[in-house]
């Protein structure tokens, strides 16, 4: 029988795209639930550590405590070369607290508009952390896919800066398909690291169920 894992975010899009990853490499040992589902719609986590890995590892512990499940929390950024690695942990506020990502992509484009196409390498970063409730122990798992910062926006099918990133053939991530984005993406590579300590976990609570 399945065991619910709560998926730490607030964030449709990234929600949507767990459930999608887990349907394509996790097995059903998992029943994934939303925190709006187990009364945390509004539960909120301070993230201002200071690596992806803290983030995530604070989300993870607190939103396990928070309703006594095991929970999935991830941390991820948009490393630009040509900033110094910025906007990375700032990557979903760095419009401002109550940006969107039209304004965070925007205000990437102004900050890149001298920058010559060579110069503009990125790579997208995540850090996925796992926790069980009540402990103090993290199991993570890191994911990375590179490219660049395009000049200009195309594709529907992503968020964030989806539009903007182009990867090595020029496609952007906001063109690809759910299968195709699901295999390559920082998000899938990061879950692919951490699938292990999945494993562990749910032979753990098959042992105490």
Known sequence: MPHQLLIATGNPGKLREFRELFDAHVDSQWDLVAPAEVGLKDFTVVED???YAENAGRKARSYANACGLPALADDSGLEVDALD???????ARYAGEAADDAANRAKLLQALANVPTERRAARFRCVIALA?????????????VEGSIAVDERGDLGFGYDPL?????????AELDVSEKNRISHRARALANASWALDVMAKTLDQTS
Do not use: I, K
Not at 132 to 144: A, D, K
Not at 165 to 173: K, S
């Open 85 to 91: 690695g910025g906007p990375g942990l700032y990557s």
């Open 49 to 51: 550590g200071e690596t």
């Open 132 to 144: 069980f409730p009540y402990t103090t122990n993290v199991r993570l798992g890191e994911g990375v």
């Open 165 to 173: 990133f182009a990867l090595p053939d020029d496609r952007r991530m």
